[in-house]
């Protein structure tokens, strides 16, 4: 379980392991965890959000508390919307195209390559991104996609000419050298 047979040029078929569903969303959850790390402290530094305002009031649940303060500062909520989806892009692209893949990726010995097993550049990372943002927007519908898809791919990574695959996977798995 867990390999997906890949036609390629030749007629010839190559053994590539794809990720599973459940790496892909554990990747994902400690990729947000660690973006809206980053992007809460960035709030704070820039003095966009003022958690000291969160009063504790046991009358009320935390998260009741936080939703109101939150409410109270819609520019900083712009801003950590803003932050979010612009260094969510721009981070997932420099990992994707530098190290392969996010941090979550890499934990769970995860790659993001191109159609031929090889690590993808700069420009089809922030392509990737770009559209993984905006397909997460109506429910995640772009990466529940891969649940389905018989290749595991998502909406984001059939857009982008991407894969993500198994650390495993060898790379030059499409295309054969020529004789």
Do not use: Y
């Amino acid at each position: 379980m867990g390999t997906k047979s890949i036609p390629v040029k030749k007629g010839r078929n190559h053994e590539v392991m794809m990720a599973s569903m459940g790496r892909r969303v554990l990747a994902f959850l400690l990729d947000f965890c660690l973006l809206a790390g980053i992007v809460g402290f960035l709030a704070v530094f820039f003095e966009q959000i003022d958690w000291t305002r969160i009063p504790l009031d046991p009358r009320w649940s935390l998260l009741d508390q936080i939703v109101d303060v939150l409410h109270d500062q819609a520019e900083g909520m712009r801003f950590v919307a803003a932050m979010a989806v612009g260094l969510g892009c721009i981070l997932g692209a420099l990992q994707d195209a530098g190290l392969e893949g996010t941090f979550g990726k890499r934990l769970l010995g995860l790659r993001v390559v191109d159609r031929h097993g090889e690590r993808i550049g700069m420009a089809q990372g922030l392509w990737r991104n770009f559209w993984k943002v905006l397909l997460l927007l109506p429910m995640g519908v772009g990466s529940w996609w891969a649940g389905f898809d018989s290749m595991r791919r998502s909406m984001h990574d059939r857009l982008a000419g991407t894969w993500v695959v198994r650390r495993e996977t060898p790379r030059g798995w499409a295309d054969e050298p020529e004789d």
